[in-house]
C-alpha cells in the first residue's frame, strides 16, 4: 500500500490520478501510523515552504516523515521540506537531503517562476530506469535546491540546480512526474519498484 501524505499543501488530485492509471493501491492520509506502514510515501506539495512545514508540524509528522526507512518520494514543496533549509519564509525543513532551497533571481532570459517543460540529464540511481538525458519533465517553481552531494538529476534554468536528489531511501524531484506525461509515469512506475 502507498501512503499519500496529505498536509493541506496542493492539490493531491494528478498524483491519485497518475497512481490508478498504474494500478498501484494507495490512501491519501495525514495519520501517523498508516504512513508508517506503508509500503512507499509520497510527499507531494504545491506552494509555499514555510507553510509546508508549519502544516507538518501541526499534523506532527516531522519526525514520522525523518524516520521511515520505506522508500519516500518528495514532489516539488514536498522534496524542498526535505532539504535543510528554504529561502521561501526562511524556513529550517527535514534536513534529509543536504541541500539549501534558494530563490531564483529573474532575467531577461530566463522569468520566475520556471514554469513549463525542461529537460533533464545527469541521471543516476533506478529512479531513472529506461529514462534517457534529454528527456522533458514538467516544473512550477521560484524555489530551487541548490547542486549538492544528494542531486541524482540536474537541469538549467539560468543556474543549474537539483531537478532530483536522493539519500538512502528518501528520493525527491523539482518537477511534476505526475503532470510529465510517459516520462513522468516511467518514473513513478520505477519509485513503485524500489
Known sequence: MIAIVDYKMGN???VENALRRLGAEFIVTADAEQIRKADKVL???VGNAAE???N??????V??????????LGICVGMQVMCRHSEEGDVD???IFDARVKRFVPSADEKVPHMGWNSIGNLETKLFKDVRGGEMV?????FYPELCPDTIATTRHGVMFSAALKYENFYGTQFHPE???DVGERIIANFLKL
Request: with cysteine.
Open 12 to 14: 493531491l488530485r494528478s
Open 43 to 45: 510527499l507531494p506539495g
Open 52 to 54: 509546508a512545514m508549519e
Open 56 to 61: 507538518l508540524r501541526a499534523a506532527g509528522l
Open 63 to 72: 519526525e514520522v516523515i525523518r524516520s521511515l526507512r520505506r522508500p519516500v
Open 93 to 95: 525543513c527535514l534536513g
Open 138 to 142: 514538467y516544473f512550477v517553481h521560484s
Open 179 to 181: 503532470k510529465s506525461g
